[in-house]
């Protein structure tokens, strides 16, 4: 008797059905999965040009422009770390620490303000090393080892600045850099996009990017295939934190002046972008669907803003919220973010009842 497997293999191998690709959605035919933030990016655009007059001006595009570029650059310090399944919360605060220092030795010694900045820099280089000690050495997870140095440094600007605002110590030599524009930008937003650019190249064109990814891709994984996995999110945590501090001299450049505001404000806008962007194009982190994504929701907001002329402090906190939200949110379904599943409860066995003894 011939059995049913034995049927299947006796099958010409023409006349067995092929099993191809599924059938893609309209979701991904109209490329809404890929990118989504170009078309709510280009609705921002049609809407708002149509109904407000001063949108489409170059001095409102300048303006969104030059505006995010610090929340782009926090935006970098954050997606570094997050390729290798590693979180920074204290880039917020790490960027404040960069202004209390540049600020603070402008006021109080008289160093050149350029060796200033080079030292603000280093000094979050060295946060960014205790960073990775706590979480690679001490082994605690990198969520709560940045929240809690994000408090740390919250304390050592209290410090450093006195517990005060700082205005007027950078000279205007040194502020010039924010001042020069190259076709009405500013110098430190082709700065920012410089710095996208090379990271873009190192991530996506060099093996150390690949590592990054293996890594937080499959983290044991990517230890047994001799990877040092553990060096490498040590060294995206430092990554980060002279980004974060980059962003901390760009505010200098820009505003010249340290309070203790500044920084923790601008984080929640970075990560939800970087999540945003992380659903963008590749579907998972990368440089340009961050940025795609920062200056979509940025020019939603102006457009909002625009519309509701007067009281209109409630609207960028509210979008940025709901952002945030949606972006994880999404970024979660597709598996870029491991959130681990809810296990059901299982049932409890039966008791196992005592059977008839054996026979001696």
Known sequence: MTTTSETVRNEPADERPELGPPPKTWVQKSGLDKYSALYLWAGFMIVFSLTQSQFLTWTSISLVLTERAIVAMLALAFLVPLIANTFDLSIGVMMG??????????????????????????????????????????????????????????????????????????????????????????LYFYLVMLIALILWYVLEQTPLGRYLFATGGNTDAARLSGLRTDMLQW????ASAVLASIAGLIHTWK???????????????????????????????????????????????????????????????LFEGVSLLIAV???????????????????????VTAGPAPAS
């Open 255 to 317: 505003v010249g002046t340290y309070s203790s505001s500044i920084g923790p404000g601008f984080l929640f806008p970075a990560i939800a972008a970087v999540f945003f962007g992380a659903s963008q194009l590749k579907g998972r982190p990368n440089v340009w669907g961050t940025l795609i994504a920062l200056y979509a929701l940025a020019f939603g907001v102006k457009g909002l803003q625009l519309t509701f002329t007067t009281g209109t402090a409630w609207i960028e906190p």
């Open 97 to 186: 620490f960069s202004v209390a220092i540049t600020t603070a030795l402008a006021q109080n010694t008289g160093n050149p303000q350029a060796l200033n900045a080079v030292i603000a820099v280093l000094a979050c280089a060295a946060v960014g090393f205790v960073s990775g000690f706590i979480v690679v050495k001490l082994r605690v997870n990198s969520f709560i080892a940045t929240l809690g140095m994000s408090q740390v440094l919250a304390a050592a600007n209290i410090l450093i600045s006195g517990n005060r605002s700082i205005n007027g110590v950078l000279s205007d030599a040194y502020r010039d850099i924010g001042r020069t524009k190259i076709l009405g930008l500013p």
């Open 235 to 238: 060294g995206t945590l430092v």
């Open 329 to 351: 949110a999404l970024a979660s379904r597709q598996g870029i973010i491991k959130v681990p599943k809810r296990r059901k409860p299982t049932e409890d066995p039966p008791p």
